[in-house]
């Protein structure tokens, strides 16, 4: 019999001690840290999705200048991240 290919780590939606990223190793895709990732990831998209729609109505009637400009790369780097995670939950989930 031939070994199983290891897993790779999964980046979990949090933070460590100094900011430092939090790896989850286990062949138990259902257990109780998957469960609280997976759900910690589904909040932090709502809330991406919120955020976005809520600079969408605020930007065009800020005034034009350094914030402004930012705000609207912000918005355009989370629309990006957010359909980079959708992309990703669509091909996961035919996976499994």
């Keep these: 019999m031939e070994p199983q290919p ?10 460590g ?3 430092k ?9 259902g257990g109780p840290v998957s469960r ?3 759900a910690t990831e589904s909040i932090q998209l709502g809330m991406g999705t919120e955020l976005l729609a ?5 930007l065009p009637d800020s005034p034009r200048g350094e914030l402004r400009f930012l705000a609207e790369r912000l918005s ?7 359909r980079v995670a ?4 669509r091909r996961l989930s035919r996976l499994n």
């Design 6 to 15: 290891l897993e790779q780590p999964r980046l979990l939606p949090w933070s």
């Design 17 to 19: 001690p100094e900011g």
């Design 21 to 29: 990223p939090c790896y989850l190793i286990s062949d138990d895709h």
């Design 36 to 38: 609280l990732a997976d």
């Design 54 to 58: 809520h600079a969408h109505e605020m």
């Design 76 to 82: 355009e780097a989370l629309q990006a991240a957010l």
């Design 86 to 89: 959708e992309s990703r939950g």
